[in-house]
């Protein structure tokens, strides 16, 4: 069945980028107009939508990342990923990609990865 | 944005009794709502769509209701792994927005 899995450093410095993959397996990202998404959870907080791509490159963001994140998507490869640049602390979180249960633009996620921790610090 | 307003923060209860767990949103969502459980260290768990509609596997003991701004999720009898934090989302808009959560505590 369909599976996600982030990879990426677990640990970034300030002021530098972020940069994540997620590998899905066992269908393809250009079968269905997923919109498929990036998703952050701070210690002790309740998640934040990040952004979301379809296999087009059609994308949406969170407006609060005041545009230093893009999300762009390798149909050949199979994966997605998210780069989030001038980072501090403030974006440690654990970060999880997914899959919308819905085709429509804009949707809730019923798929998603193990999720991967990511640590701001010097 | 869509602010989304979980009560209560925790809620304590046991095995067997009832939840019953509110959602908020700062302006109309229609019935885009889902909710979530989340286990620590795992990722959230998609239960409820588009306010009422169970999601594939979820057993019946969870149930949703609501539209436009209020929305409640229930547990009917509280099992042992249904102790949990629990989280709304909007699909209505753009950004997409969760609230803050309801920890379901062991009396």
């Known amino acids: 069945q369909l599976q996600l899995q982030e990879s990426g450093p677990g640990l970034v410095k300030p002021s530098e980028t972020l940069s994540l993959t997620c590998t899905v397996s066992?269908?393809?990202?250009?079968?269905?107009?997923?919109?498929w998404g990036w998703i952050r959870q701070p210690p002790g907080k309740g998640p934040e939508w990040i952004g979301s791509?379809?296999?087009?490159?059609?994308?949406f963001y969170n407006p609060s990342l005041r545009g230093r994140v893009t999300i762009f998507v390798d149909t050949s490869n199979n994966h997605f990923s998210l780069s989030l640049t001038s980072v501090t602390p403030a974006d440690t979180a654990v970060y999880y990609c997914?899959?919308?249960?819905?085709?429509?633009?804009?949707?809730?996620?019923?798929?998603w990865g193990q999720g991967t921790w990511v640590t701001v610090s010097s | 944005e869509i602010v989304l307003t979980q009560s209560p923060v925790t809620l304590s209860l046991s095995p067997g009794e009832r939840a019953t767990l509110s959602c908020r949103a700062s302006q109309s969502v229609s019935a885009y709502l889902a909710w979530y459980q989340q286990k620590a260290g795992q990722a959230p768990r998609l239960l409820i769509h588009?306010?009422?509609n169970r999601a594939t596997g979820i057993p019946a003991r969870f149930s949703g209701s609501g539209s436009g701004t209020d929305f409640t999720l229930t547990i009917s009898s509280l099992e042992p792994e249904d102790f949990a934090v629990y989280y709304c989302?909007?699909?209505?808009?753009?950004?997409?927005?969760f609230g803050g959560g309801t920890k379901v505590e062991i009396k």
């Open positions: 997914a899959r919308p249960k819905q085709l429509a633009v804009g949707g809730c996620f019923d798929l």
């Open positions: 989302q909007q699909r209505s808009t753009w950004p997409l927005t």
């Open positions: 066992g269908g393809s990202i250009s079968n269905s107009n997923y919109y």
């Open positions: 791509i379809n296999y087009s490159g059609s994308t």
């Open positions: 588009d306010a009422s």
